[in-house]
């Protein structure tokens, strides 16, 4: 029998674990993000926890003293992955891995998993414990990134029309796609590392313009340029060239994006245009000077002397007897319809009005010319803050002439619309009619429908070019109430282009 002061030496120990081990096993068997379990020195489970039913699918009654490289799958297995896991878990005091393990289900997951061995203070292995934690959106994640990136390598690495290639903050070649190479002539082996001036050439170079180039994209985001560049065997191309500057989240300057494109040929064209535009504009006022010039003849001399003639018709014939008189008064009928017509062709070669800086009234006696004999209505309209110059007035009238021509010819209209408003430090013009509209026209003789248009394609090339020789822009179409309407716009020699 033992005495009760030997019991109160020796109390009995309490059948629950302290409050520190409690707390510590509350707290993994509740975690549902991470399996968290133990295996025995062998590989079998000893105990699991919430997130591990939750992540394998296995309840702790079905898994307990069952081996772990049941988690496996079958190529693991023939490696004997597991295995070496728990080996190298023992040797190096920790192990680390990532990659595809089963549920219950047999459906595969990717896990990150962690296995570390537990020593007693003997230095016997007690077992392991084994983090697993299903990071397969995450991996998803990072593949579909990957493959963007992939993706994106490919399509810049494939393109051939632009040169694009990246810069270190210093502003040397860290990398180079096809275009590039095709268009500046260098390899990827032979331009990496070098410095993006040695593209410029020597008058660029003084100037340091490759350093100011990096120096505004830094400052603003970006730079374009157009500019001679050099290839390798230093032939000069015409490029259009955007930097951008490139940042990390905390802003600091990682590199520059470099886009080049080569525009040689575009340039040559845009200049062969200009010198056309040029020639275009030289026979044009040629052709205005010439015909100023026929028309002041016609007026000052044949107009003059066949008034004269008449006059002198207009008296004989108040001398003679009537039956000679009633002739010369045909005869000089004849020479004042003569006069008429030459009056007409005088102002059709050039309107009078222009030289008084008039257009609205040089079109308003143009439309009540030719309207008339048409048998069309007409309207003009203006709102001009100022009157056009010289030259801009009569390439608007030769344009609303040629317009007005092509819809007497072939838009069969009763009705024509011509405005005039100042927009934009120039004249915007529409002329408008009722007829039958840009698509097709009818054929007359035939009574049927014909593939023609309602304007001329020859009479709409001199629009345009008159238009954009000197400086503007023309275009044609429906309009709303069906018929054609062509709209142009002139620049004032101080204007520019709405």
């Excluded at 007829?435 to 001199?462: L, N, S």
């Amino acid at each position: 029998m033992v005495h009760s002061d030997a019991m109160a030496d020796h109390p009995a120990e309490p059948d629950v674990e302290p409050p520190a081990e409690d707390a510590y096993r509350l707290l993994v068997e509740s975690v549902v993000d991470y399996a968290i379990f133990m295996l025995d020195p062998t590989g079998r489970v000893i105990s699991w926890n919430a997130g591990a039913e939750r992540i394998k699918g296995y309840s702790a009654q079905e898994i307990i003293g069952r081996h772990f490289s049941l988690f496996y799958p079958p190529d693991d297995l023939a490696a004997r992955k597991p295995w070496h896991e728990l080996e190298v878990a023992a040797e190096v005091g920790r192990f680390e891995d990532e990659g595809w393990r089963l549920r219950k289900d047999g459906s595969r997951f990717w896990a990150n998993v962690v296995i570390t061995p537990l020593f007693e203070k003997s230095g016997r292995l007690r077992g392991f414990a084994k983090v697993t934690r299903d990071v397969t959106e995450r991996m998803r994640a990072d593949e579909a990134l990957r493959a963007s990136e992939e993706r994106f390598r490919l399509l810049v690495q494939g393109v051939l029309d632009y040169a694009i290639f990246m810069l270190d903050p210093t502003g040397r070649v860290i990398s180079w796609n096809a275009g590039a190479e095709r268009i500046k002539g260098y390899s990827a082996q032979e331009i990496v590392g070098e410095h993006f001036s040695l593209f410029y050439p020597p008058e660029d170079l003084v100037a340091r313009k490759p350093w100011r180039e990096l120096e505004v994209a830094v400052d603003v985001g970006r730079f374009e340029d157009e500019g001679w560049r050099l290839r390798k065997d230093g032939t000069r191309f015409w490029a259009n060239v955007v930097i951008t500057a490139l940042t990390d989240e905390s802003g600091r300057l990682r590199g520059f994006a470099k886009v080049t494109r080569d525009m040689t040929e575009r340039r040559r064209v845009e200049r062969t245009l200009t010198e056309q535009r040029k020639l275009v504009g030289h026979l044009v006022e040629a052709q205005e000077l010439e015909r100023r010039r026929i028309a002041w003849d016609v007026h000052d001399d044949s107009i003059q002397s066949m008034v004269a003639v008449g006059m002198r018709l207009q008296l004989l014939a108040n001398r003679l007897p009537e039956p000679e008189a009633a002739g010369v008064r045909k005869l000089d009928e004849a020479v004042r319809s003569s006069i008429g017509r030459l009056r007409d062709l005088v102002f059709r070669l050039r309107p009078p009005e222009l030289d008084r800086h008039s257009l609205a009234q040089a079109l308003d006696h143009y439309l009540t010319d030719v309207a008339g004999s048409w048998g069309v209505t007409y309207r003009l309209r203006h709102a001009l803050d100022d009157e056009p110059s010289a030259e801009s007035a009569i390439t608007i009238f030769r344009i609303c002439q040629e317009a007005l021509v092509n819809i007497r010819k072939h838009a069969r209209a009763s009705a024509v619309e011509v405005s005039l408003t100042s927009v934009d430090g120039g004249t915007l013009v529409e002329v408008a009619d009722n007829g039958v509209g840009v698509g097709a026209g009818v054929d007359t003789a035939a009574g049927a429908p014909a593939d023609r248009p309602a304007f001329d394609h020859f009479g709409m090339i001199e629009m345009r070019e008159r238009a954009e020789t000197a400086g503007g822009w023309w275009s044609m179409g429906e309009g709303e109430g069906g018929g054609t309407v062509v709209r142009f716009w002139i620049p004032d020699s101080s204007g520019g282009e709405p």
